[in-house]
């Protein structure tokens, strides 16, 4: 197989043919060779609140202007880390009538699988707290515009 005039294999040095021995990129590379990844705290709370609010029986946040008027400001996580290790407390609001057992149960494997998957961190604990129990509508929340 012939590479145009210019390119070189990927891996390989230009003027090389194959892989050079102190190649740290590619696909082919031990990840842990590849360099350092550092998800901020801000970004894994975002991502233990979207797998939070994955979970049925979870009420989500309301975002927006609209949070202080509507939401309840939960899901809410806070992050302990400890190099590449995370402890998570999630504080979520439940819709009635759902079990808080199940839901917890599902919010917790969804955020430690999430933040592992996501950030490459080892989650040692999900701690999962119901805040709120609301009787919430089954569909879309119905907003009416005044002007």
Do not use: F, K, Y
């Amino acid at each position: 197989m012939a590479d145009a005039v210019g390119t070189a294999p990927p891996g390989a040095r230009a003027g090389t043919s194959g892989p050079t021995t102190g190649a740290t990129t590619g696909p082919g590379t031990d990840p842990g060779r590849r360099g350092r990844l550092h998800v901020a705290d801000r970004a894994l709370q975002r991502i233990a609140v979207r797998a939070a609010e994955g979970v049925d029986g979870v009420l989500p946040a309301a975002v927006g202007r609209v949070a202080g008027l509507l939401g309840s400001g939960l899901p809410a996580v806070e992050l302990e880390r400890a190099g590449r290790h995370v402890r998570v407390q999630v504080d979520v609001a439940i819709r009635w009538p759902a079990p808080a057992p199940r839901v917890t149960a599902q919010v917790r494997d969804a955020v430690s699988a999430q933040v592992a998957r996501t950030a490459g961190l080892v989650v040692d604990a999900v701690s999962v707290t119901v805040r709120d129990v609301v009787r919430a509508p089954e569909g879309p929340v119905p907003v009416r515009v005044v002007r």
